[in-house]
């Protein structure tokens, strides 16, 4: 298992003042220091980058982008935060954000009226519908079939692509709602809705999870689902609700993606969303092992990526170039929040300190009971 | 105590063809192997005996090249061996074969003899060579198996089977077995034993590790016994009796212990047996793991299972926990038949069990000491009904008082704790729960004799405000100081089930669980 980010290297004791140190060792150090450097590199590049200005009642300016492109990530990295809490992965989000623009795309072009308030709240229940059994079919071949996560998740990440060119018989369907397109393109109290409903939503995510034990518990089932299971928590049940979330969580950012574009498009929307998700996870110090999890350092991780894009943009990195762009700046900020990296670099510029001892593996699988 | 080997006279007058000198090794903290040393004759069985921490496996590492010693040689066929790293004891001839199986299950058999040095032709694996070496080695070892056929077609037994026959054909000149026969049942231990005796009429020599005594008198032609890291002595079989040997394993010093323990016994008068009893098993088993048994449990009783390591005592344990679930027998909790089909329903029942693996089985290792103590009791009640924060503080501020916790931070990552507060830990997370039936197993090893002796007093409150306690323990002192009934296991079997008043003697437990008999 990998020690939290927090823990840092163990013995390691540099020279630093104890409130430093600790506030290096705090979880969301590295994730929040790092978003903030690329917001700041920004700066130099464009000078108006923090500018906000109100226009139309409405504010505009690169960070409000960086929020509201960025809300369908935050989003989906939301649920998969919990299944990965668990010990689990769900592939299938990508899918389900695009199953979800469709069918409610779907039925709203086919609806008699587009642009009521009725037709639109009935694809929305449609499509949280729907995923909602999506998410249930996933936790279930995993909590009760024990198929492992990746395997029974991959099953619709690859089906469900299918599924939605099903429902869209493989054309875009654009829609002219607009009541549709508030989701993922109006704006309420001078704020895009979707960024608003995205902070809806984490906060009623961060709020039950740690205000009612089931944060802790999901933390018990990942941390050891050995020990869990003789303490009495009732694993499959957990594990079924955090698919469930997790659909209806990458369900709500395929209404956003496809509201913002007022069309759904079964090939694309949402397509490797689920790689972005299990990145900002990562970045956002859960580790893909199980255990703690932090859905603040989800937000900044789903942040950093969608700041990232932003810049890429902004810079005017060629297009032929910019996944390697991205990949070079994701592997700088895993190597720098992984604590053996850091160890290294510490070690090489102190060459005097004595290395950490590189733990004979086989000493720990002594007999030793004195 | 620690007699140096040489004088006895060995069971063949040839060199031996390997041997060990004056081991020493220490890992931190531990003095694991102090002036060890062992001698091995081709075409012997020689068992190595030892208590759980006695220093067996690392011996076997140290022999094997895992591990360098810091004192002492090693010699094979009388030149010095200095080997760096398990390929070169391998080249020395010297095989091992592990408790678990290192193959792979998915590939053929055939493969999995000769992984690693297939016979190629033009740099690729020539395939009809590499089965007809297979199949000529299977013969000569008297093996009846289609080598084209997957390994886990086969079962555990003749799995272990190919992985001796792996060894062997790395020119063993010593096969280590370790526990080979942990997992098996009798016809394929009596199955594997043929094949050992065979590879030992052709003159390999075999260092036998096991926990079965039967098995010791059964194979094997001289043993050495090693205690707490030293070298207790090298004896013939014919000069032992398995009440001696236990003897010489668990140490002679316990005989003077006979009136201290009646002196310091701290159980209180047993109870009253009451009307029915709390929990009570009848033919309770679970095949492979324990035989038939039938236990009661009375309401501020504590009940003793002694017996070596791998005699079945966690085994019977995990069955009234529900941890596995019992495949015969009947269990009756106040009378009422119940069948335990999971922990969650043994927890329902007020029944709490602290595992022995306290890692693996016990600590979510990255929650803090708060969040591990309160688990059971919050699982219990569901994650909608969550403990208020400061009921969880309330309670962490005063288990961690109650039992002395150290560090007294309930918001430490329990990982970071030493094993015997890790242990308090998991107490204080079922006390928590007020159980009716406590099952501890080896809550005091590994841990410092203070926390050891708080632990011990804590059972017998427990027990005599009406707590009912399973105590499992290798200590046998142990067991007698605190059980009012000492249930004594031998080979998956409950063979006995003694009062303990008047006091019993740790002598005749140990006669007990050598000869399997009640009396």
């Known amino acids: 298992m990998t020690p939290p980010d927090d823990i840092g290297a163990g013995g390691r004791r540099p020279a630093r003042a104890p409130g430093a140190r600790r506030l290096t060792r705090h979880r969301l150090f590295w994730p929040a220091t790092f978003l903030a450097s690329l917001l700041l590199g920004n700066v130099a590049f464009t000078h108006d980058f923090f500018a906000v200005r109100v226009q139309n009642g409405h504010l505009y300016g690169s960070l409000i982008d960086i929020l509201q492109f960025g809300a369908p990530l935050i989003l989906v990295s939301l649920g998969m935060t919990l299944v990965i809490a668990t010990r689990g992965i769900d592939l299938s989000v990508g899918s389900t954000v695009a199953i979800a623009g469709a069918l409610a795309c779907e039925h709203i072009a086919t609806a008699k009226d587009p642009g009521s308030l009725p037709t639109v709240l009935s694809a929305i229940t449609l499509a949280v519908g729907v995923a909602a059994a999506i998410g249930l079919l996933n936790g279930l071949l995993v909590a009760r079939l024990y198929v492992q996560p990746i395997v029974a998740t991959l099953v619709l990440m690859v089906a469900g692509r299918g599924v939605a060119q099903l429902i869209t018989d493989g054309q875009i369907i654009s829609v002219s709602s607009s009541a549709y397109k508030m989701i993922g393109g109006g704006y309420w109290l001078t704020l895009p809705f979707a960024v608003l409903l995205a902070a809806a939503l984490v906060a009623v995510t961060s709020f039950v999870t740690r205000r009612t034990a089931l944060g802790m518990l999901i933390e018990s089932v990942g941390g050891n689902p050995v020990a869990s299971r003789l303490v009495g928590v009732r694993a499959a049940g957990l594990l079924v609700m955090v698919y469930v979330v997790s659909a209806v969580c990458a369900a709500v950012a395929g209404l956003m993606i496809s509201s913002n574009v007022s069309s759904a498009d079964g090939n694309n929307a949402g397509l490797w969303i689920e790689l972005d998700a299990i990145l900002a996870v990562v970045i956002g110090g859960t580790a893909l092992t199980g255990g703690r999890f932090s859905v603040g350092g989800t937000v900044l991780g789903a942040l950093i990526i969608q700041t990232l894009s932003t810049t890429i943009y902004t810079l005017g990195v060629p297009p032929e170039t910019t996944l390697v762009f991205k990949a070079l700046v994701v592997m700088a900020v895993c190597l720098v929040q992984s604590p053996a990296f850091r160890a290294r670099l510490s070690r090489r510029r102190r060459p005097a300190a004595s290395a950490p001892a590189v733990g004979d593996a086989g000493v720990r699988q002594q007999e030793v009971h004195p | ?519």
């Open chain 2, 1 to 519: 105590m620690a007699a140096p080997p040489g004088p006895r006279t060995p069971t063949r007058t040839d060199q031996p063809v390997l041997q060990a000198r004056g081991i020493r090794k220490a890992f931190p903290g531990v003095l694991a192997l102090d002036g060890v040393g062992l001698r091995l004759f081709p075409g012997e069985v020689h068992a190595l005996m030892g208590e759980n921490g006695a220093g067996k496996s690392t011996l076997i590492k140290v022999l094997t090249g895992v591990h360098p010693p810091d004192e002492g040689s090693v010699s094979v066929d009388g030149s010095l061996q200095r080997f760096a790293e398990p390929l070169e004891a391998q080249h020395a001839g010297i095989s091992t074969v592990y408790q678990e199986v290192n193959l792979c299950p998915n590939l053929s058999v055939a493969e999995n003899l000769l992984v690693g040095r297939e016979p190629r032709r033009l740099g690729l694996i020539h395939w009809s060579a590499l089965y007809a070496r297979a199949a000529r080695l299977i013969t000569e070892l008297e093996l009846d198996l289609d080598v084209r056929l997957p390994l886990s077609a086969y079962s555990l037994a003749v799995q272990q089977l190919v992985a001796i026959a792996r060894a062997v054909d790395l020119e063993a000149k010593v096969l280590i077995l370790d526990e080979p026969t942990s997992s098996l049942d009798r016809d394929e231990v009596a199955q594997l034993f043929s094949l050992v005796r065979r590879l030992r009429d052709r003159g390999v020599a075999i260092l036998f590790v096991t926990h079965f005594l039967d098995q010791v008198f059964d194979l094997c032609d001289r043993v050495t016994v090693l205690r707490g890291g030293r070298l207790e002595g090298e004896y013939r079989i014919d000069e032992l009796t398995p009440v001696t040997l236990v003897h010489r394993m668990v140490g002679s010093e316990l005989r003077t212990l006979d009136e201290l323990a009646e002196t310091s016994r701290t159980a209180s008068a047993a109870p009253v047996p009451a009307e029915t009893p709390f929990l009570s098993a009848r033919g309770l088993a679970r095949s492979g793991a324990v035989q038939p048994y039938d236990l009661d449990i009375h309401r501020g009783e504590v009940i003793g299972l002694a017996g070596l390591l791998g005699s079945g005592r966690t085994e019977a344990a995990r069955l009234l926990f529900g941890a596995d679930h019992a495949d015969a027998g009947g269990l009756r909790i106040n009378g009422e038949r119940t069948d335990l089909r999971s922990p969650r329903a043994a927890i329902a029942r007020r029944i709490a069990f602290c595992s022995e693996n306290r890692k693996a089985e016990g600590l979510i290792a990255e929650l803090t000491v708060r969040e591990n103590i309160v688990l059971a009791l919050q699982a219990a009640r569901g994650w909608a009904r969550p403990l208020s924060r400061a009921r969880q503080d309330e309670i962490a501020a005063r288990w961690t008082e109650v039992l002395d916790i150290r560090p007294a931070d309930p918001e430490a990552q329990v990982r970071n704790l030493s094993g015997g507060n890790q242990q308090k830990v998991l107490l204080a997370r079922w006390l928590l729960t007020d159980p009716e039936l406590l099952i501890l197993d080896e809550p005091t090893r590994g841990i410092d004799i203070g926390a050891k002796t708080e632990i011990q007093k804590l059972v017998t409150r427990l027990a005599s405000e009406g707590t009912a306690v399973v105590f499992i323990s290798a200590e046998i002192e142990e067991v007698l100081r605190l059980s009012h009934r000492v249930g004594v296991l031998r080979d998956h079997r409950l063979v006995a089930t003694l009062l303990n008043d008047p006091p019993l003697t740790p002598d005749r437990i140990l006669g007990t669980i050598a000869t399997g008999a009640t009396s």
